[in-house]
T-cell receptor, first 111, second 114 residues
Framework: GENVEQHPSTLSVQEGDSAVIKCTYS??????FPWYKQELGKRPQLIID?????GEKKDQRIAVTLNKTAKHFSLHITETQPEDSAVYFC??????????FGRGTSLIVHP | DSGVTQTPKHLITATGQRVTLRCSPR?????VYWYQQSLDQGLQFLIQ???????AKGNILERFSAQQFPDLHSELNLSSLELGDSALYFC?????????????FGEGSRLTVL
């Protein structure tokens, strides 16, 4: 099955700083690369995704970049705000039917 | 609101017991996924159904079973419960079957085994 690793496991930043979370996957057939945000006690929700024919996608303060050759994709959050504090999961899929989730990155944004 | 409904929200039971968790997917979604989330753990894939048929299986214990009914709702049955089964169980639905596209998660069912 797909091996998915996220780094770092915890990221602490000051409000206004940028945050970058990296996801490495093993299945070269993967072609869908989403990021989910899970606030404390809540369900995971999709915040941005990218497909393999695109290298970068941006939506306001968040962006995802994909390097298919190196088999990794990254979540970029600029001008972080306290409400960005949450656990972020990557979940590459396409090679199999199953979105495989990383172990998550806990982002803490200090006011 | 994701449109995915899970019941019960909370469940407390004893070791050795059996419970059933229920999930109603979004209207029109044919795929249902079950994930287990323990403390400090990611989302562990258990099983997927598509239009009533089992499509993929993850590290689901033999004590656990699931099914998807003709109306597309799904149930996850957990039996001979152990303390380690305490976790948050999420159901998610999607339109397609190939793992491509957004997963819509329910609010989860928190199971506590005492």
């Amino acid at each position: 099955g797909e091996n998915v690793e996220q780094h770092p496991s915890t990221l602490s930043v000051q409000e206004g700083d940028s945050a970058v979370i990296k996801c490495t996957y093993s299945d070269s057939a993967s072609n869908y690369f989403p990021w989910y945000k899970q606030e404390l006690g809540k369900r995971p929700q999709l915040i941005i995704d990218i497909r393999s024919n695109v290298g970068e996608k941006k939506d306001q303060r968040i962006a995802v970049t994909l390097n298919k050759t190196a088999k990794h994709f990254s979540l970029h959050i600029t001008e972080t705000q306290p409400e960005d504090s949450a656990v972020y999961f990557c979940a590459p899929s396409g090679g199999s039917y199953i979105p495989t989730f990383g172990r998550g990155t806990s982002l803490i944004v200090h006011p | 609101d994701s449109g995915v409904t899970q019941t019960p929200k909370h469940l407390i039971t004893a070791t050795g017991q059996r419970v059933t968790l229920r999930c109603s997917p979004r209207s029109g979604d044919l795929s249902v996924y079950w994930y287990q989330q323990s403390l400090d753990q990611g989302l562990q894939f258990l099983i997927q159904y598509y239009n009533g048929e089992e499509r993929a299986k993850g590290n689901i214990l033999e004590r656990f079973s699931a099914q998807q009914f003709p109306d597309l709702h799904s149930e996850l049955n957990l039996s001979s419960l152990e303390l380690g089964d305490s976790a948050l169980y999420f159901c998610a639905s999607s339109t397609g079957t190939g793992g491509i596209g957004e997963l819509f998660f329910g609010e989860g069912s928190r199971l506590t085994v005492l």
